[in-house]
């Protein structure tokens, strides 16, 4: 099925005559991304952490969760950090480990076990802190959705501190505090935080505080060497790269960059990367899923451990070990993939469910991903048997899969994530109930027209407007992601000069491409199926790219598309 070409809304005339000093192509980049006002365009192409980062105590129950970290502080009291077992989740622990050591907490971190445990808050766990002697509960990416956990706790005389990003149930949880950007009557500005994101926001808070004996200098340097998990946890779990985020990814980068953490440096050292080049692709394919191979391999420890470790040997042998995890991770998700596609499905059902007992649970998530780029419609991907049927959902925008559980939660035994992503766990007896109703959901929310794959391109250009000067405006937009994506563009009548296809199967093409007195490089990653040949006259979508080799750099465009005309 062909990519339908969508060009976005051109900026009106006004909004460009309102920045003169920017060229054309920034003001459309500008306007769709909903950046219109003069305060808006330079929070997001001048990112300043002393005036972008709003103030944490803006959150309504932030004073209240300090004031009681505090008194733990000051009593003795132990205080054990619940967090996730994914990327977001590890970072978050790491960062409020981090700060809480600092202030002379007693601090224990608590990870569940992905398999054993599943997400969130568990009775056993709750039963298991307590009996260890914890007066404080704090959540890190979770919690919001656990009002019977919580409550076991409370019964327990232990406080939960929930600190959660996640899509909530109509009733929140008693707890202490809950440091939600969404929760109802929430009064923080920015709403689209991840889950390490609202622990820096609570990390930030307690080195703020009144109760802090921190000089200010050494107070703000502990914030600011905290921005390396932000940044990690901020790519991690996909949450839109504008705002605040944005402000505290760009800084984080550089603090990632010469990071003091010995174990994030082994794990640098391992994959390959160049710490001083690192940037939020690195974290999305390279660093994010060896930390989230931790919890899916074998227990998130794994993972939290080494980002703690202090010793450069043992570091280096936790890296390696969870490196060797890694790869073994991406050979099993290959098999499910593989495996899923030779199913007996109905490639035409608007959602598609893919089910086997023996699949891993750790890595179901994976595949639900892959087969979704495959498919292009919202996939269920389900392993388990029996009174634990567990099944991860990948969906596309315009069917909230999240709703679309929360509608059947009393077919579940918990669920849980975001509009595009999430998982939960069902029983055998109410398996086929749940996937005739979700079935059913999908059918009547999405049309024909969502499944066509859609390249959303900024705007129509020649080849010769396209210049390092450009370039450099568009190195402005970094960090990409999620309410920012690398801008499209199209060329229309553009002559291919030369052509070749390159890789070891000929996957790929290398294009000369010239129009006017223009000639540019291209490569189109996946397009060698494509018969090109000298001479043609092609439309085509890409991104603008630097190629760098043997010392050179030059304009490369990535190809997204070609039309042959």
């Known amino acids: 099925m062909p990519n339908i070409w969508q060009i976005k809304e051109k900026a009106p005339q006004e909004f460009?005559?309102?920045?003169?000093?920017?060229?054309?192509?920034?003001?459309?980049?500008?306007?769709?991304?909903?950046?219109?006002?003069?305060?808006?365009?330079?929070?997001?192409?001048?990112?300043?952490?002393?005036?972008?980062?709003?103030?944490?105590?803006?959150?309504?129950?932030?004073?209240?969760?300090?004031?009681?970290?505090?008194?733990?502080?000051?009593?003795?009291?132990?205080?054990?950090?619940?967090?996730?077992?994914?990327?977001?989740?590890?970072?978050?622990?790491?960062?409020?480990?981090?700060?809480?050591?600092?202030?002379?907490?007693?601090?224990?971190?608590?990870?569940?076990?992905?398999?054993?445990?599943?997400?969130?808050?568990?009775?056993?766990?709750?039963?298991?802190?307590?009996?260890?002697?914890t007066k404080l509960i704090i959540t890190c990416d979770c919690g919001v959705s656990n009002n019977e956990e919580v409550a076991l706790a409370n019964s327990k005389n232990i406080d939960v501190i929930v600190t959660d990003h996640h899509a909530f149930q109509e009733k929140l949880p008693e707890a202490y505090a809950i440091i939600h950007p969404q929760a109802p009557g929430e009064t923080y500005p920015f709403k689209f935080l991840c889950g390490g994101g609202v622990s820096f926001k609570l990390a930030q808070a307690l080195l703020k505080h009144v109760s802090n004996k921190f000089?200010?200098?050494?107070?703000?340097?502990?914030?600011?060497?905290?921005?390396?998990?932000?940044?990690?946890?901020?790519?991690?779990?996909?949450?839109?790269?504008?705002?605040?985020?944005?402000?505290?990814?760009?800084?984080?980068?550089?603090?990632?960059?010469?990071?003091?953490?010995?174990?994030?440096?082994?794990?640098?050292?391992?994959?390959?990367l160049e710490p001083k080049e690192i940037n939020a692709t690195n974290i999305a394919f390279a660093i994010a899923p060896r930390i989230n191979t931790a919890g899916r391999m074998d227990h998130a420890n794994q993972a939290y451990c080494l980002l703690i470790e202090t010793d450069e040997a043992k570091a280096a042998s936790m890296a390696a070990k969870l490196n060797d995890n890694n790869s073994e991770r991406q050979k099993i998700t290959e098999n499910i993939f593989r495996e899923a596609k030779t199913l007996d499905i109905n490639q035409d059902d608007k959602l598609l469910v893919f089910y086997k007992a023996d699949w891993s649970t750790g890595l179901i998530s994976l595949a639900a991903n892959k087969l979704l780029r495959e498919y292009n419609r919202p996939c269920l991907v389900i392993c388990g048997q029996g009174e634990k049927i567990v099944g991860s959902a990948r969906s596309l925008e315009g069917f909230n899969i999240t709703e679309a559980l929360t509608k059947n939660k009393d077919l579940l035994l918990r669920f849980g994530g975001h509009p595009q992503a999430a998982g939960f766990t069902t029983t055998q007896a109410n398996y086929e109930t749940l996937i005739k109703n979700l079935k059913k959901l999908a059918e009547d929310q999405l049309k024909d027209s969502l499944f066509q794959n859609k390249l959303e391109i900024e705007k129509k250009i020649d080849l010769e407007q396209i210049n390092w000067e450009l370039v450099d405006w568009l190195q402005k937009f970094e960090p990409h992601g999620q309410g920012n994506p690398e801008p499209y563009f199209v060329s229309e009548n553009v002559l291919v000069s030369q052509a070749r296809k390159v890789g070891s199967d000929g996957k790929h093409l290398k294009l000369e491409l010239a129009q006017n007195n223009k000639k540019i490089g291209g490569i189109g990653f996946g397009l060698g199926n494509i018969d090109l040949a000298v001479g043609h006259n092609v439309d085509i979508v890409y991104n603008i790219n630097i190629n760098e080799w043997n010392g050179n750099r030059e304009i490369q465009l990535k190809i997204k598309d070609i039309r042959v005309k």
């Not at 107070?219 to 905290?226: A, G, I, N, V």
């Not at 402000?247 to 082994?266: E, F």
């Open 16 to 133: 460009t005559e309102k920045f003169p000093e920017l060229p054309p192509i920034v003001t459309q980049l500008l306007f769709s991304r909903n950046l219109h006002s003069q305060e808006a365009v330079d929070e997001f192409l001048l990112p300043d952490y002393s005036q972008d980062i709003h103030d944490p105590f803006l959150f309504k129950d932030m004073d209240k969760a300090c004031q009681r970290i505090y008194q733990a502080i000051e009593q003795g009291e132990q205080i054990t950090v619940y967090a996730d077992y994914d990327a977001d989740g590890v970072s978050s622990a790491v960062i409020l480990n981090s700060v809480l050591t600092d202030l002379g907490a007693q601090v224990a971190v608590y990870l569940p076990h992905r398999e054993k445990e599943g997400y969130g808050l568990n009775v056993v766990a709750v039963e298991e802190i307590v009996s260890n002697g």
């Open 215 to 272: 000089a200010l200098k050494d107070s703000e340097s502990k914030e600011k060497w905290l921005l390396d998990m932000v940044a990690i946890s901020t790519v991690a779990d996909m949450v839109p790269i504008i705002g605040e985020n944005r402000t505290l990814l760009k800084h984080g980068l550089i603090v990632l960059r010469k990071t003091r953490r010995v174990g994030l440096q082994m794990m640098f050292k391992i994959a390959g």
